[in-house]
């Protein structure tokens, strides 16, 4: 993965021109080029249409003045009218790296319907960056959230392209399969403590191997492991280590396997207080291109 084009949706909300800024730093860190993408809601502009009917070309002004603030940010700037998620995963598709903020200028949409970047994790096959936080310069302390499953290096790859020398940690969230069983079939709690630490040494050599693979340096991933469920875990651990980005791994799944992988995405959306960084796994990311 390198970064060579980086496209960057904006609404003018808060969050979006946050996410404006951390893409033009990004962009001058890697020299990359930039477009800046705003959505017109096609249904939204034809009910202005009917509820403000002078000056006549009042819609076409507005879209007029997105474009101008737009270009005053950078060089390459489009403003196009669709469906909002469609017009972004199109525009992002033969992008390295989409920028989106957290929230949009609708709060109680985002609550019914879920975020626009919420939306586009089962439409964009490229990686996706969730900006939550005013960027305050590089990245310094990045936490890659693996599953340990065949792949899982391209999560801590990604994580060092967007945060190069930073303290880099490596999270896998475990565990023991039927514990609850165990100890009602009379398995000792110290016998359920060792299968804990045995998960956990296990996923420590593991984190290692990706490293290495990854970089070729076995060390550069500190290894961090948290027992419990999968999202609680993830932001448990990101409110831990302090981490300024959070890097998760996208993967092809069944329809029934998404409704799970969703609602853990979802949750760590939500919950986190930094970054997000979604990498598609790259068998899915090969078939998209």
């Given at each position: ?193 060792q299968h804990r630490l045995r998960a956990h040494r296990a996923a420590t050599h593991e984190i290692a191997a990706l490293s290495r693979k990854a970089c070729g340096d076995a ?71």
């Open positions: 993965m390198a970064l060579t084009r980086i496209v960057c949706a904006t609404d003018f909300s808060a969050d979006a021109t946050r996410a404006v800024r951390r893409a033009a730093m990004l962009a001058r860190q890697h020299g990359a080029g930039l477009r800046l993408l705003h959505v017109v809601s096609r249904p939204r502009l034809d009910a202005l249409r009917q509820w403000v009917r002078r000056p006549v070309d009042l819609p076409e002004r507005l879209v007029e003045a997105a474009r101008a603030e737009m270009q005053q940010t950078a060089g390459e700037a489009r403003v196009v009218i669709g469906d909002v998620v469609a017009s972004i995963a199109k525009a992002a598709a033969g992008a390295d790296l989409l920028v989106l903020g957290a929230r949009g200028m609708n709060p109680l949409k985002d609550l019914i319907l879920g975020t626009t970047a919420e939306r586009l994790i089962g439409s964009c096959h490229g990686p996706i960056l969730v900006v939550r936080t005013p960027p305050q310069g590089a990245y310094r302390r990045v936490l890659a959230a693996v599953d340990l499953q065949p792949g899982s290096e391209a999560a801590l790859g990604a994580a060092l392209l967007l945060a190069g020398d930073a303290t880099a940690r490596a999270l896998h969230v475990y565990d023991v399969p039927f514990e609850g069983m165990l100890q009602r079939a009379g398995v000792s709690r110290d016998e359920v403590k060390h550069r991933f500190v290894a961090v492991t948290q027992h419990g469920p999968a999202a609680a875990g993830i932001v448990h651990a990101q409110q831990k280590t302090g981490a300024d980005l959070l890097v998760l791994l996208k993967r092809a799944r069944s329809p029934a396997e998404k409704l799970v992988l969703g609602s853990v995405t979802r949750h760590v959306l939500a919950d986190v207080r930094c970054d997000v960084l979604l990498v598609p796994e790259a068998k899915r990311r090969a078939r998209a291109s």
